[in-house]
């Protein structure tokens, strides 16, 4: 514990160890407490008795210019961990951050990085993101850009998000996200700019056949009506060509023309839309490529097979004239209101004859419609034809049930869904709801009906059970939909009761739909729809019921159920194939028109059901046959008037004009010189009548002369004559011939001048 250091020592006590040292027995000089140690008091005696260096410190030892060794303890220098008995400081670890005097690393905090030797944790940059201890900056993924700031823990969810649609983003670490290529559709997440279907379909795919996609472009754009592509990839307008002469294309977004029928032609030498028919007065019918006479017209030369297909030139047809008192039907024919006997059109009951649509209403009608008013229609469920199938609304329920698997064979549901596309794509833009609703019908041995719920048979065996809760709106209204019903609900039996319930049929209905919607009838008894053409509550005259006619042509075996989409406006009236009495009347309104209240659900025929749908007869616009009297009566009149222009024009020709010139005896101071005579003769051409067709060339002089008073006057042409053998004759013949002029034309109307002597 001693170290006696100097010769001639009397007292050891006056050398102790210092600190930081221990001094063995009889040692000259001190040594250092070994590394890592330090000696916490003096006269130690062993290098055991040293103590560790505490955390945080540094215990070392520095050689000196003398050859010795001095013990010395260090704070921990920044970006070093110390722990106890620390002798050299080791570098701060990755992931953690020491300040000076660290005994034990700190964990990096989230948000920032720390990487070796790190005395401060560094922030990391925009763009990136940073983990709790991380050693580096995380970079978003491809597909993702930075978000503005991390919300909540810090995680490629938190601070980043997936790149929108349209866009793309190929390098780690983007901050934004570019424009998907024109060409190709990006979804979210995207990262290439043009993804393909073989390779990343979920991150987008090569714009389709048909349509074009401009870059950034959300969705394909199809071609337009009348165009067509082919190819997939199309990148703008102008990659859509025209369809070529002798076809056309009536949707948008089509990868192919359609070629006229036989009989017609494309309405323009490229780009149609439709097709033109050769004959006057056809239209052609899209479905089957005929061209039929339009409605209420049929082909000249009364050929029947022409009425439907052909080029011969149809004219509006004749209906008969009607008395007085009568009115037309539904038909065209003349009817007393008294001797219409509604029974058959009433299924056996009573009605009545309206005559302003030339219709029966029946007696039962308000009591059927008083069975589910406007109240119960605005709570029952609807039905839409969507991507996912055949989508039931119940908003009292607030439920969904998609069927799009087990529907009947006769249903075809991806012929539906294309028409539904092609009719949003055309009103792309246009705020429209409710589009594609489906409504249901049935034709039996009964005559037509309406039903408001879906029939039990429509409904399939199976389907989707799985139960989804989201928020969806309809209408204008947010409701609480649930993806499919139940397997107990399923297959409950009051789906069937719903479906034959009397109260939910209604006989001959009137009902109101949205371009665009659907009707599936239901077939029984060998019973199916006709289209009623001739009716005259149809304002569609260039309707094409192909479909229909097709129908008819599978009789007697006819399917189930039978669909029709309306893809154009108007009145349409359809009967029973078995009853043309029995009928129902379907009204297709324009885009952005709405149907009236609860008017989407079929209601019994009636003033009010017609009326509030604003539907008309054209029973007042017809052609009908001539009134035979009425035209013997005109052509009597036409004759007349000709005749007396005639002789009025006859009688202008061949009547004279007469002129008075009054003048003073002969051989009087007061007699009118010839040259005065002249000057009236010139202005004859001023007299009304006198001028251009009606001129008159023949001038006659007629002299009259007064003797006197007491004398009767005389006349004569171009002499004087007397009435007395004594009278003094004043003769004037000198006057007459000064005034004679020139008669050169062939017009025999005469002009004459009468002088007169006073």
Same mark, same amino acid.
């Given at each position: @514990?001693?170290?006696?250091?100097?010769?001639?020592?009397?007292?050891?006590?006056?050398?102790?160890?210092?600190?930081?040292?221990?001094?063995?027995?009889?040692?000259? +000089?001190?040594?250092?407490?070994?590394?890592?140690?330090?000696?916490?008091?003096?006269?130690?005696?062993?290098?055991?008795?040293?103590?560790?260096?505490?955390?945080?410190?540094?215990?070392?030892?520095?050689?000196?210019?003398? @050859?010795?060794?001095?013990?010395?303890?260090?704070?921990?220098?920044?970006?070093?961990?110390?722990?106890?008995?620390?002798?050299?400081?080791?570098?701060?670890?990755?992931?953690?951050?020491?300040?000076?005097?660290?005994?034990?690393?700190?964990?990096?905090?989230?948000?920032?990085?720390?990487?070796?030797?790190?005395?401060?944790?560094?922030?990391?940059?925009?763009?990136?993101?940073?983990?709790?201890?991380?050693?580096?900056?995380?970079?978003?993924?491809?597909?993702?850009?930075?978000?503005?700031?991390?919300?909540?823990?810090?995680?490629?969810?938190?601070?980043?998000?997936?790149?929108?649609?349209?866009?793309?983003?190929?390098?780690?670490?983007?901050?934004?996200?570019?424009?998907?290529?024109?060409?190709?559709?990006?979804?979210?997440?995207?990262?290439?700019?043009?993804?393909?279907?073989?390779?990343?379909?979920?991150?987008?795919?090569?714009?389709?056949? @048909?349509?074009?996609?401009?870059?950034?472009?959300?969705?394909?754009?199809?071609?337009?009506?009348?165009?067509?592509?082919?190819?997939?990839?199309?990148?703008?307008?102008?990659?859509?060509?025209?369809?070529?002469?002798?076809?056309?294309?009536?949707?948008?977004?089509?990868?192919?023309?359609?070629?006229?029928?036989?009989?017609?032609?494309?309405?323009?030498?490229?780009?149609?839309?439709?097709?033109?028919?050769?004959?006057?007065?056809?239209?052609?019918?899209?479905?089957?490529?005929?061209?039929?006479?339009?409605?209420?017209?049929?082909?000249?030369?009364?050929?029947?097979?022409?009425?439907?297909?052909?080029?011969?030139?149809?004219?509006?047809?004749?209906?008969?004239?009607?008395?007085?008192?009568?009115?037309?039907?539904?038909?065209?024919?003349?009817?007393?209101?008294?001797?219409?006997?509604?029974?058959?059109?009433?299924?056996?009951?009573?009605?009545?004859?309206?005559?302003?649509?030339?219709?029966?209403?029946?007696?039962?009608?308000?009591?059927?419609?008083?069975?589910?008013?406007?109240?119960?229609?605005?709570?029952?469920?609807?039905?839409?034809?969507?991507?996912?199938?055949? +989508?039931?609304?119940?908003?009292?329920?607030?439920?969904?049930?998609?069927?799009?698997?087990?529907?009947?064979?006769?249903?075809?549901? %991806?012929?539906?869904?294309?028409?539904?596309?092609?009719?949003?794509?055309?009103?792309?833009?246009?705020?429209?709801?409710?589009?594609?609703?489906?409504?249901?019908?049935?034709?039996?041995?009964?005559?037509?009906?309406?039903?408001?719920?879906?029939?039990?048979?429509?409904?399939?065996?199976?389907?989707?059970?799985?139960?989804?809760?989201?928020?969806?709106?309809?209408?204008?209204?947010?409701?609480?939909?649930?993806?499919?019903?139940?397997?107990?609900?399923?297959?409950?039996?009051?789906?069937?009761?719903?479906?034959?319930?009397?109260?939910?049929?209604?006989?001959?209905?009137?009902?109101?739909?949205?371009?665009?919607?659907?009707?599936?009838?239901?077939?029984?008894?060998?019973?199916?729809?006709?289209?009623?053409?001739?009716?005259?509550?149809?304002?569609?005259?260039?309707?094409?019921?192909?479909?229909?006619?097709?129908?008819?042509?599978?009789?007697?075996?006819?399917?189930?159920?039978?669909?029709?989409?309306?893809?154009?406006?108007?009145?349409?009236?359809?009967?029973?194939?078995?009853?043309?009495?029995e009928i129902a009347v379907v009204v297709v309104v324009p885009d952005g028109?709405?149907?009236? #209240?609860?008017?989407?659900?079929?209601?019994?025929?009636?003033?009010?059901?017609?009326?509030?749908?604003?539907?008309?007869?054209?029973?007042?616009?017809?052609?009908?046959?001539?009134?035979?009297?009425?035209?013997?009566?005109?052509?009597?009149?036409?004759?007349?008037?000709?005749?007396?222009?005639?002789?009025?024009?006859?009688?202008?020709?061949?009547?004279?004009?007469?002129?008075?010139?009054?003048?003073?005896?002969?051989?009087? #101071?007061?007699?009118?010189?010839?040259?005065?005579?002249?000057?009236?003769?010139?202005?004859?051409?001023?007299?009304?009548? %006198?001028?251009?067709?009606?001129?008159?060339?023949?001038?006659?002089?007629?002299?009259?002369?007064?003797?006197?008073?007491?004398?009767?006057?005389?006349?004569?042409? @171009?002499?004087?004559?007397?009435?007395?053998?004594?009278?003094?004759?004043?003769?004037l013949k000198d006057a007459a011939d000064a005034l004679v002029v020139d008669?050169?034309?062939?017009?025999?109307?005469?002009?004459?001048?009468?002088?007169?002597?006073?």
């Amino acid at each position: @514990g001693y170290a006696c250091n100097r010769d001639g020592v009397v007292d050891y006590k006056l050398f102790p160890c210092p600190t930081g040292y221990f001094c063995g027995a009889g040692v000259l +000089e001190p040594e250092a407490c070994p590394a890592g140690t330090y000696g916490a008091a003096p006269k130690l005696t062993r290098a055991d008795l040293c103590e560790a260096c505490p955390p945080g410190i540094v215990c070392t030892t520095r050689d000196e210019e003398d @050859g010795a060794r001095r013990p010395q303890a260090l704070g921990c220098p920044a970006g070093y961990v110390c722990p106890k008995s620390t002798s050299t400081p080791t570098l701060c670890p990755a992931g953690t951050f020491c300040p000076r005097g660290t005994s034990t690393p700190r964990t990096c905090p989230a948000g920032y990085f720390c990487p070796e030797g790190a005395e401060t944790p560094v922030l990391c940059s925009k763009g990136t993101f940073c983990l709790e201890g991380a050693t580096e900056p995380s970079v978003c993924p491809a597909g993702y850009k930075a978000k503005d700031s991390c919300v909540g823990a810090y995680s490629v969810e938190a601070c980043c998000e997936p790149c929108p649609v349209a866009t793309y983003s190929d390098r780690p670490g983007a901050t934004h996200c570019s424009p998907c290529a024109a060409g190709y559709i990006c979804k979210g997440g995207a990262t290439t700019a043009k993804p393909s279907a073989e390779e990343t379909s979920s991150e987008g795919y090569v714009c389709p056949p @048909g349509y074009y996609c401009l870059e950034g472009a959300s969705e394909p754009t199809p071609c337009p009506a009348g165009t067509f592509r082919d190819q997939p990839g199309g990148e703008a307008l102008d990659g859509c060509s025209p369809c070529p002469h002798g076809t056309f294309q009536r949707f948008p977004g089509m990868a192919s023309c359609t070629k006229c029928g036989e009989h017609a032609v494309s309405e323009k030498s490229v780009g149609s839309t439709t097709c033109t028919c050769l004959g006057i007065s056809r239209f052609y019918q899209i479905e089957d490529g005929t061209c039929p006479c339009y409605a209420r017209s049929s082909p000249q030369g009364g050929e029947p097979q022409e009425s439907q297909d052909g080029r011969s030139p149809c004219e509006a047809k004749l209906y008969p004239r009607c008395a007085s008192g009568s009115h037309r039907d539904d038909f065209g024919a003349c009817v007393f209101e008294a001797e219409v006997e509604c029974g058959e059109s009433c299924r056996g009951g009573s009605g009545s004859f309206l005559a302003a649509f030339g219709v029966c209403q029946c007696a039962d009608g308000p009591r059927i419609a008083a069975q589910c008013t406007s109240t119960c229609k605005e709570q029952l469920p609807q039905v839409f034809v969507s991507d996912a199938g055949f +989508e039931e609304i119940d908003s009292v329920q607030g439920s969904k049930t998609v069927y799009s698997e087990g529907l009947p064979p006769d249903i075809d549901l %991806a012929h539906l869904q294309f028409l539904c596309n092609k009719l949003k794509e055309g009103l792309r833009g246009l705020p429209l709801t409710s589009l594609c609703g489906v409504s249901f019908h049935q034709a039996s041995s009964a005559g037509l009906d309406g039903l408001l719920r879906m029939p039990e048979e429509f409904r399939p065996a199976h389907g989707s059970r799985n139960y989804e809760d989201s928020q969806d709106t309809f209408a204008g209204t947010q409701v609480q939909l649930r993806r499919s019903i139940s397997s107990a609900s399923f297959k409950r039996p009051r789906s069937r009761q719903r479906a034959t319930d009397p109260r939910h049929v209604v006989p001959r209905p009137v009902q109101c739909l949205q371009r665009g919607s659907t009707i599936i009838w239901e077939l029984k008894d060998g019973v199916y729809p006709v289209y009623h053409k001739e009716s005259l509550m149809n304002t569609h005259p260039a309707m094409d019921d192909g479909p229909f006619r097709e129908l008819a042509q599978t009789a007697p075996i006819l399917p189930q159920f039978f669909a029709y989409t309306f893809l154009v406006a108007g009145s349409f009236v359809f009967a029973a194939s078995d009853n043309p009495l029995e009928i129902a009347v379907v009204v297709v309104v324009p885009d952005g028109v709405r149907c009236p #209240a609860a008017s989407t659900f079929a209601a019994p025929l009636s003033t009010q059901s017609l009326g509030i749908l604003g539907v008309t007869t054209a029973s007042q616009r017809v052609m009908t046959e001539p009134n035979w009297g009425v035209v013997f009566l005109g052509v009597f009149a036409v004759a007349a008037c000709c005749l007396l222009a005639f002789y009025a024009v006859w009688r202008c020709r061949h009547s004279a004009w007469e002129v008075r010139v009054w003048t003073a005896p002969l051989g009087s #101071a007061n007699r009118i010189p010839n040259d005065d005579f002249k000057s009236v003769l010139a202005a004859l051409d001023g007299l009304p009548g %006198a001028t251009g067709n009606l001129r008159c060339t023949d001038t006659r002089l007629v002299h009259h002369v007064v003797v006197k008073p007491a004398e009767p006057l005389l006349e004569t042409t @171009g002499k004087t004559t007397s009435a007395s053998d004594d009278a003094p004759i004043i003769p004037l013949k000198d006057a007459a011939d000064a005034l004679v002029v020139d008669i050169e034309s062939t017009d025999t109307r005469l002009l004459q001048v009468r002088t007169y002597q006073s």
